[in-house]
């Protein structure tokens, strides 16, 4: 056994530019490669003198190895993660003294606080939070968003009479006060303000602001809808301005659009509102034209305000995540905020008779948990309305338990979102596609086609309905505050129904939370099983011990419960395999070299390019991985953990029942699910196959199994990529009671990254893992898609990863199991696993900028959707609908928008192809309309990314993976190559601007001179060079292809590749 196993003295992780961490890489590959050659010539020499046959082998200590894989970009993500922990929470009594003294009945009444105070002690969330010193707003905050004349109206209620307050009452919409008011609402903002800066300032990572009088009704000159100032507002207007915080994304799920909220930030692009509320087309308060989908912001601000107006009552969880998947999330994460303040009212939650909604207590803790997704989990998350005092209570107790980090209560399978709420969310992105390029799954409608929900193809307002205006708002209002007669019917009179209904809410929602957080194991004697005669495999012993040095010296493993291993025992093992396969690789136990490797042919398949390989400790090996996955199992399903994570090998998802494949022995996770299934009689499970090649075996074992949903994520690549076959195409969904349960997502054109597998996540996996419902989550947890991996060829980051992780880890009630696969590049996998193991354990998400997606992924990602949306509800949204170009006030011409380039992509991939080879290559002419960087202007951050000409678009293709997508064949020699000079010997860099005009978004460099200069879609600055100076060659730092001007073509040839190699790596951090 290796001797510094488990001791943590691997390299240590250290922080260093990109610049130095490449050139360290390059210094190391080449001492290691001279190294590797004089030690080659040695042994060839020394074995020549013997006349002996040279063997080549290779040292388990990997260390050179380490410095060439892992000083790479992917070293760059080494640091440890951020534990800021913590959740901080503001309360103060003296909220309570805010009253209505005429109508004690008023809905907004003090118990609203102090029972959700009193339920959140019941669960003994006061005593894990931090707790927050309130404090009241300064003049100098109330000034941030409210006029002083509104300050000190509000201030004079404080020495009025009860008459006084009457009468102001009476000329403000929907409000109370009393001679506490001014202090309550300044104790309200200031306690707000003062918790958004502990998070900012890293002293805790989110909060809880139980306060009142609320706040997003009221404007800056008025008072409205029981507020008087906007926290929310103030909170962000503050950190913009005192803690520059460049993006802040509000949430307001408060039933009652936050009107003022919304004007406040209308055309400021560092604020994205976005409100969920009730809205019946404008019938229903503040009754405002501008609450409609169409108000999207004016000015910079076009595209960052987003209203999804409800146009029903009844709407439950299964509508409300629907909007979440379909609109926010996806949005949340293009914004990519900095912090994210919610304006958390619960009077859309179940019993409420003002939002007369059906939302459950247990679904707010799924919406906080996924906007910790967002800027690395700060979050506030600030009260707002919500009058069933039972649900509002709950509602709050169980956001505070998620802002914690407890695992989210276990919800019902979704049912079908209402078509009204479909409309709704269609038309939000029918107007929103042009600024948000994440929007790219629903189809343009063609000529004279309609979309399938009537509400979509038309504009409002809806007519006859009356809306409030500055004209017609009234000039006194009630004091008393009545409900309709169907409402006091259905809600007052009925009261014990719904209070019925809840409390059973409450009983069949588990709180239990394990003692332990996450579960693992490891055991080293896996590193037994490794090839004889193949010094290079990838499927490398160091693998484990790697990911297990990660984790130690992140102090990963002493924060989780560490489990014994142990072996699988025949009958575990016959659950997935048959005896005689069972029994084949007991016998090899015993094999000499030659019968070891005549196994090893017998079991590699012709078109494998690495075998899978068998050692005498195979065996023994394999049965490890299984038997302590199970242990795993058992420590989850039995209450000691909320998750676990397995670090084994061999990998397994390719084992079939019969025999050995693709360097797999035994299935451990297709066999944890069947012993899942039968020792724990779990009804549900979700297996998630994120390993970059298709899981074809695990596939097989379920594929007539409506009990277990498989997810795979993998490449295809028409089916050339391994395992090779149709079995990983698209149209695989399952046989018998099994249809539809099986969902394969086959990427095409080449490898991934994090864009194509978040939005994967987003539009495919979670809304149908959501609509499962499973009881266990298990993950083949393979990282060969991530970066630096030299099988996947694929982008995956430690992020990227750490964000599957994160979303699927509210599902299951948090019973979810990684369980590690394939991955290949050291660095890579021990990154990568434990950042995911980070996660489980509660630590933030790391923040994820934004990419675009390929427009090859989106095209697949919608052709899964089509395949699927027959089984799955939640995928309804899939249709064709009207396309909206962008508000006359932005200036950007939005003909080449997204759905442009997607237009079509149900009709597949190989119509796609074959049109490219079709069009003919232009040049648009005048490009004034582009910026000094050569991007279109947009009305919000990361819009849809536009192409000046056809030549652009197949150059897009090209960057995205795209094989051969040349409008004309490239040349594979000319005699201008001979002028192509050496290169400089400080490389290339793709930032560097023109040197006539400075414009830095598309340029070119001279291969003869080496000078920069814009393309003919900017200023032609290189086209005027090329003739001038009469240099020929030149390539573009936008899609690093190499140009003739003397024959008009494209150039491939081996004398370009130093060039191409240094511009790659001056990109993306790595050579071709």
């Known amino acids: 056994m290796d001797q510094k196993e488990g001791t943590g003295t691997g390299p240590k992780s250290e922080t260093v530019s990109l610049a130095e961490a490449m050139e360290r890489g390059r210094e190391a590959k080449r001492q290691a490669e001279a190294k590797e050659e004089e030690e080659r010539l040695r042994k060839v020499q020394d074995a020549t003198r013997r006349g002996e046959e040279v063997v080549d082998s290779e040292g388990e200590d990997g260390y050179d190895h380490m410095l060439i894989e892992g000083l790479s970009e992917v070293a760059l993500l080494m640091k440890k993660p951020d534990t800021t922990a913590g959740t901080g929470f503001v309360y103060d009594e003296m909220c309570l003294l805010h009253k209505n003294e005429w109508h004690p009945g008023h809905p907004e009444k003090p118990a609203r606080a102090a029972r959700s105070y009193q339920r959140c002690e019941e669960l003994g969330l006061i005593d894990r939070c931090k707790r927050i010193q309130s404090r009241f707003g300064t003049e100098d905050e109330v000034l941030l968003e ?42 309200s903002l200031g306690s707000t303000v003062e918790i958004t800066e502990r998070i900012l300032r890293k002293e805790v990572r989110n909060g809880f602001a139980l306060v009142r009088p609320p706040g997003h009704h009221a404007m800056t000159e008025a008072c409205c809808g029981f507020c008087f100032f906007n926290n929310v507002a103030i909170a962000a207007k503050r950190a913009i ?18 009107q003022a909220t919304q004007q406040m930030f209308y055309n400021d692009p560092r604020v994205l509102y976005f409100s969920i ?32 107006p409800i146009n029903k009552t009844g709407c439950g969880d299964s509508d409300y995540l629907a909007i979440l998947h379909q609109v926010l999330m996806p949005i949340g994460y293009q914004f990519s905020p900095d912090l994210v303040l919610i304006s958390a009212g619960y009077d859309a939650a179940i019993g409420c008779p003002e939002g007369q909604m059906l939302v459950t207590p247990a679904a707010y803790a799924h919406f906080v948990h996924m906007m910790s997704q967002l800027a690395e989990g700060r979050v506030c998350v600030v009260l707002e309305g919500g009058y069933n005092l039972k649900s509002l209570s709950e509602g709050v107790a169980l956001s505070v338990r998620s802002l914690l980090g407890d695992p989210c209560p276990l919800l019902k399978t979704t049912e079908e979102p209402s078509d009204s709420v479909t409309e709704s969310i269609l038309n939000v992105m029918k107007v929103l596609a042009p600024y948000w390029s994440c929007l790219a799954y629903q189809t343009p409608l063609e000529d004279n086609e309609l979309c399938a929900f009537p509400g979509v193809n038309t504009d409002p307002p809806v007519e006859g309905v009356k809306f409030i205006t500055e004209d017609t708002r009234p000039k006194e209002y009630t004091l008393s505050y009545e409900y309709p007669f169907e409402t006091v019917e259905k809600y007052f009179k009925a009261e014990h129904e719904w209070t019925a209904r809840i409390d059973a809410l409450i009983a069949e929602t588990n709180l239990a939370v394990p003692p332990n957080r996450t579960c693992l194991v490891y055991d080293p004697a896996m590193k037994a099983h490794k090839p004889y005669a193949m010094p290079g495999h990838p499927e490398k012993p160091e693998r484990i011990s790697r990911v297990f040095d990660k984790h130690k010296d992140w102090g990963l493993v002493e924060r989780c419960l560490k489990l014994e291993s142990r072996l699988a025992n025949q009958e575990e093992l016959e659950l997935c395999h048959s005896g005689e396969h069972i029994a084949n690789l007991k016998v090899s136990e015993s094999f000499g070299p030659k019968e070891i490797q005549d196994f090893t042919d017998q079991f590699t398949l012709p078109d494998e390019r690495i075998p899978t390989f068998v050692h005498n400790e195979t065996n023994n090996s394999a049965k490890l991985a299984v038997g302590s996955t199970l242990n795993v199992v058992d420590t989850v399903m039995s209450g000691q953990a909320v998750n676990g994570v397995a670090i084994v090998r061999p990998p397994g998802h390719h084992a079939e029942s019969g025999r050995p ?24 499970v979700l297996i998630v196959d994120w390993d970059v090649h298709h899981g074809n075996s695990t596939q097989e074992m379920f594929y007539d199994d409506p009990r277990v949903l498989y997810i795979s994520i993998h490449r295809y690549d028409g089916g050339s990529f391994f395992p090779g076959s149709s079995e990983g195409d698209r149209f695989m969904v399952g046989r018998g009671d099994g249809t539809g349960f099986n969902v394969n997502i086959p990427w095409h054109g080449g490898g991934k990254g994090d864009a194509e597998y978040l939005a994967a996540f987003q539009q495919i996996v979670m809304p149908i893992a959501y609509e499962f419902a499973p009881e266990l989550v298990l993950v083949s947890a393979g990282f060969d898609a991530a970066l630096g991996d030299p099988l996947g060829g694929c982008k995956v980051t430690p992020a990227g990863y750490g964000h599957m992780t994160h979303m699927l880890s509210g599902l299951a009630n948090g019973r979810v199991i990684l369980v590690l696969e394939g991955g290949y590049n050291l660095v890579s996998i021990a990154n990568s696993m434990a950042t995911c193991t980070s996660v489980l354990l509660g630590d933030p998400v790391p923040q994820w900028r934004y990419e675009q997606p390929s427009n090859i992924a989106v095209m697949t990602i919608g052709e899964v959707l089509d395949t699927q949306k027959k089984y799955w509800k939640s995928l ?18 939005t003909d080449d928008s997204i759905y442009s380039e997607t237009k079509g992509a149900d009709k597949g991939m190989d119509e796609l192809t074959k049109n490219m080879g079709d069009l003919e290559v232009t040049n648009v002419g005048d490009q004034s309309k582009m910026g000094a960087e050569g991007g279109a202007s947009q009305g919000a951050v990361g819009g849809s990314e536009r192409f000046s000409s056809n030549r652009q678009l197949l150059q897009h293709y090209e960057n995205q993976g795209v094989q051969a997508m040349y409008a004309v064949e490239p040349l594979r020699y000319c005699d201008h190559l001979k002028e192509v000079s050496p290169l400089p010997e400080c490389g290339l860099n793709v930032d560097d601007p023109c040197t006539e005009c400075n414009a830095t978004g598309e340029n070119w460099v001279c291969l003869v001179c080496f000078k920069v200069f814009c393309s003919r879609y900017v200023n032609s600055d290189m086209v005027k060079h090329g003739k001038s100076a009469d240099h020929p060659v030149v390539l573009s730092y936008a899609d690093l292809s190499v140009w003739c001007y003397k024959c008009d073509n494209y150039l491939d040839n081996e004398i370009l590749r130093p060039a191409k190699n240094a511009a790659h790596n001056s990109k993306f951090g790595v050579e071709i």
């Not at 087309?281 to 209203?307: A, T, V």
Request: with cysteine; proline share 2%.
């Open 661 to 684: 494949m693709g360097f797999c022995f035994f299935n451990t996770v297709a066999i944890a699910a069947k012993y899942a299934q039968k020792k724990y009689g779990v009804k549900k």
């Open 277 to 308: 509320h009730r809205y019946e087309y404008g019938r229903y308060w503040p009754q405002l034209r501008e609450s409609d989908y169409d108000f999207i912001g004016e000015g910079d601000g076009l595209g960052y305000n987003i209203n999804v």
């Open 876 to 893: 309804k949204f899939r249709v064709a609908i009207p396309l909206k170009k962008q508000n006359e006030q932005d200036t950007s011409d």
């Open 241 to 258: 301005e005192e803690w520059g915080v460049k993006k802040i994304l509000i949430v307001d799920w408060d039933v009652h659009h936050g």
């Open 146 to 187: 409210h006029t002083r004349p509104h300050l000190d109206l509000v201030m004079s209620t404080s020495s009025m009479d009860l008459d006084g307050l009457k009468d102001l009452s009476r000329r403000t919409e929907d409000v109370y006060f009393n001679q506490e008011t001014y202090q309550c609402s300044l104790l």
